[in-house]
């Protein structure tokens, strides 16, 4: 083989370079081995233990010949790969782990790619343990994959305990032999559930572990300490002095020997103390040599609240990239640029580092804003209204720390029960696509994504790309993932707040006790408008009720106690409906009318709600002002929410009761096409494109190939010429759709481009003329037609896929065929499309009970409408050069007969 290692070395590492967090949270860069790697690997050889040299060479060695540093440095990335991880100090880079993989031993003559590699690890002594070889594995598995390499092998000394430990822990399914001391192992490098699963579980411990130093110091320094009032550096040692940061504060500033009572420092460096975080608040040019010298005082976490990089347009993008390769590279996290602060209300930490003028009580919810500025009010609002707060961070820019990285860190935190976030915009909506759902399913999320009305409907060819809008995304990823999306801050602590004091329901059905008969119908309404339902009582609570409330009440439910209800009737009526088990939530509504105290009420409030099962959240709405409202308390069960109006207690217990819905449905799985489908697929795919300029749209004989090898059953039919129309008619058989196919024709319908019922030659030649006249009509020219076998009956349907700039494809499915687009009911998911997921999908279309039968009509195979759905999805996944896609109509047959796809469009571009 004639190759350039030079060159193919060079292609390598920036196809294969890429920053990772490590176990212990530190991060590491990870790239491709150069030729002119031979100095930093022989030092890193010289410098391991003998006992690492002899379980990575099997013998002694002081260090490498120059023709093995030949051999190991200068490779083709195809038989031969190595990936290292560095580290940066300053200018110089230091090698700390080698993984590579080594085939052709054992290939037979002519064989052009061996199935089989040798692979091999080292890792420096005191980097031992922290996740480097699990990272090189990881990275140089699909690597091999892609060369045609289907196992791995080595022979690991049996005392090489780490390195087995490591093969057992990978999620590879690992075979082992012992024979004179050595085990002989190996594995398929085929990617599986269980490979993966482990990956994102190592992956989302490491994320967590990465922010330990940023929201949990055992130290903190302030760049930017300032003596002059009003400034953010006084605010910040301010703020970390006045909320009680457990650990030693160190101002920077090297113009004051003494800030706030605190002995100050020229530089981080000179502080000869370990820093754990340094809050870094200087004007943004010198922001660069800040960070420089908290990464040679080995500080492991930087919150830049200075701003003027990428938010700002000209060079400051170019400096917020080297920051971002500067902290990664030393093994450091990141919050901001340009943010507000971080907050760990935690007793053990009581960070405040944060600008902010006050800071809320503790809680259990954590926060997340995009917007420094908005931090602020939040933070505000939230000690008014005494919600309490575990952490909070401003992320700012989001550089490097971003929100995935934080819902890591909270799925972990014993103190957060609920995670709130305020978002802006996506950096990558993939991961949080997989990450979402795994915290999710521990502990709820509730998000703000400001940008709704700034979305619109995009121009695009397709039914289905007209149909999306960039909001449409951000839904279909929040509900996927099963994130609580709400329109308003106000609505988001609502939520927020009753999920952080109450169990999450198990299930729609609201009990409602009021002293007044209005607010009761109120809240009743706005329960039924949004999903709930208020049941009759059960026989037994009426009669209790009965015997101690006035028979001027009302007790069908809402329970109206009447204007003169006393608080010991409260306490009773909370008690026995929350005990009815026709209910599985209680909402109390209270208006001051009478003498009785507000205070009285609502201790009576408390003792009926601690009557009540724990597993039933209890809800209560006072309307009084609200400075007079007090907490509410009720033994064993903590503080009860208290809610303004009727409507943000229903708003805010349907949200509850949809996520608790979420959460109890099983997790679904996902079709992946066999290999010799994907074959057959990206044969014509790659043919279409190679030849292709631009975006191309697949011609009928294409796309009805590419259905059909994905498992979608597409109407038979045939492209014919004009003139040969009539004997394809015949081959093809009665009765017959024949379709227009013309030079920019998308939507054939608007155009007449499409002629149904043709029982016989003569009708099919009669078609064409027809066709041949509209399109000259519409200003084109008719190439041919595509005549198809007319499929009868069946609910139209539309399943497609579009793609969003920022989340990708977005597979669409939606009720009405032609008429989908004046409609608009169609849902939207990201894929993968699990079979809960495409369940999902149809029971929200308003349209959905179609399928089930309506007024007389014959339903509709939803099974198959499903199953078409996770196939189109699995088509995107093989063919991520899908940019539009219509199925379009789709006739979804009775029950067990199947869904039929009659006409489809793609549309493909390379990315």
Known sequence: MNVDPGKLAAGAASAYASDAVLRDGGSIHLRAIRPDDKRLLDRFVEEMSPESKYFRFFRSKRRLTQAELERFTELDFVREAALVATLRHGAEEEIVGVGRYAAGAGVGAGEARPHRAEFAFAVADRHQGRGIGTLLLERLVPIARANGIQEFEADVLGENNRMLEMLSRSGFVVRRAFEGGVFHVSFPTKETEELLAASHKRERH???????????PRSVAVVGASRTPGSIGTALVANLKR???????????????????????????????????????????????????????????????????????????????????????????????????????APEVRLNATFAPSSPPAGSIAMLSQSGALGIAILDYLKGVDVGVSSFVSVGNKADVSGNDLLAYWAQDAHTKVIVLYLESFGNPRKFARVAPEVAREKPIVAVKSGRSAAGTRAASSHSASLASLDVAVDALFEEAGVIRTDTL??????????????????????VVTNAGGPGILLADACEARGLVLPELGESTLSELRGFLPPQAGLANPVDMIASATPEQYGRAIEAVGRDPAVDSVVVVHIPVLQTGLEEVAAAIGRGASKVPAAKPALAVLLSQRGAVPVLNAAGRGRIPVFRFPENA??????????????????????????????????????????????????????????????????????????????????????????????????????????????????????????????????????????????????????????????????????????????????????????????????????????????????????????????????????????????????????????????????????
């Open 206 to 216: 490491a994320a967590a572990m990465s922010l330990v130093p940023i929201l949990e």
């Open 243 to 345: 909320d009680g940061f457990r650990g030693p504060i160190y101002p920077v500033n090297p113009r004051a020997a003494e800030i706030q009572g605190l002995k100050c420092y020229p530089s981080v460096s000179a502080i000869g103390a370990p820093v754990d975080l340094a809050v870094i608040a200087v004007p943004a040019p010198a922001v660069e040599e800040v960070v420089a010298d908290c990464a040679r005082a080995g500080a492991r976490g930087a919150v830049v609240i200075s701003a003027g990089f990428a938010e700002t347009a000209g060079p400051g993008r170019d400096v917020q990239r080297r920051l971002v390769e500067l902290v990664r590279s030393s093994g450091m996290r990141m919050v901001g640029p340009n943010c507000m602060g971080v907050l760990n209300m």
């Open 490 to 511: 106000e609505e988001l602590f609502d939520v927020a707040a009753l999920l952080a004091m109450q169990p999450v329901p198990a299930g729609r059905r609201v009990g």
């Open 650 to 911: 229903a708003m805010a217990l349907a949200a509850a009761e949809r996520y608790g819905r979420w959460r109890r449905q099983p997790v679904g799985s996902t079709l992946e096409l066999e290999a010799f489908r994907v074959a057959a697929i990206r044969a014509v795919v790659d043919r279409v494109l190679e030849s292709a300029p631009g975006p191309v749209w697949l011609e009928p004989e294409d796309l009805a190939t590419v259905l059909r090898a994905t498992g979608i059953d597409f109407a038979s039919g045939e492209v014919s010429s004009l003139e040969g129309a009539a004997a394809a008619g015949e081959r093809l058989g009665y009765p017959l759709v024949a379709k227009a196919i013309a030079p920019g024709l998308v939507h054939k319908s608007d155009v007449g481009g499409v002629i149904l019922g043709l029982r016989s030659a003569r009708d099919v030649e009669a078609a064409v003329r027809t066709l041949d006249e509209r399109m000259r009509a519409a200003a084109t020219r008719l190439d041919g037609v595509f005549l198809q076998r007319e499929v009868k009956g069946g609910i139209e349907a539309l399943v497609g896929v579009t793609t969003d700039p920022t989340f990708g494809p977005l597979v669409v499915c939606g009720l009405g065929g032609v008429l989908v687009e004046l409609l608009k009911d169609v849902t939207f998911r990201l894929p993968p499309v699990s079979d809960s997921d495409a369940a999902e999908m149809l029971s929200r279309l308003r349209s959905a009970r179609l399928l089930d039968g309506y007024r007389g009509a014959p339903p509709g195979d939803r099974e198959a409408l499903g199953a078409l759905l996770q196939r189109v999805s699995a088509l995107v996944e093989a063919v991520p050069e899908i940019v539009e896609m219509d199925l379009n109509p789709v006739k979804v047959l009775p029950p067990g007969k199947g869904a039929i796809v009659v006409d489809a469009r793609m549309r493909l571009a390379r990315g």
